[in-house]
């Protein structure tokens, strides 16, 4: 709502919005602002759930490491989601 007025979203998994085609505040699942203004996935580690987001703007370059990766993958010790090669009971 801007000035008493409603306005349809055109950007996608914004947590705060500049306006409705751009995200001022991107969510930790989504860290990553595209040329276009929405959140997605950081491009470099895409199979992460939450990230650990460093100060600054998230761009393309920078690595930002992952704390909880998506299911079948893990954290390596870069920081990466790295594909599970095996099922380790109790794991």
């Known amino acids: 709502m801007r000035n008493g007025n409603c306005y349809q979203k055109k950007v996608e ?4 919005f ?3 085609s751009d995200c001022l505040k991107c969510p930790i699942e989504y860290p990553y602002k595209d040329e276009d203004g ?3 996935k950081h491009p ?3 199979w992460c759930y939450t990230y650990i987001i460093p100060q600054g703007t998230i761009t ?3 690595k930002i490491d ?3 990766c998506l299911e079948s993958y ?3 010790e870069d920081g990466f989601c790295r594909l599970r090669s095996k099922e ?3 794991c």
Request: aromatic fraction near 4%; proline fraction near 8%.
């Open 13 to 16: 998994n914004c947590l705060v």
């Open 18 to 20: 500049n306006n409705e």
């Open 38 to 40: 929405h959140c997605s």
């Open 44 to 46: 470099l580690n895409p």
């Open 60 to 62: 393309r370059d920078i």
């Open 66 to 68: 992952c704390e909880t």
């Open 74 to 76: 893990y954290p390596d």
């Open 88 to 90: 380790i009971d109790g």
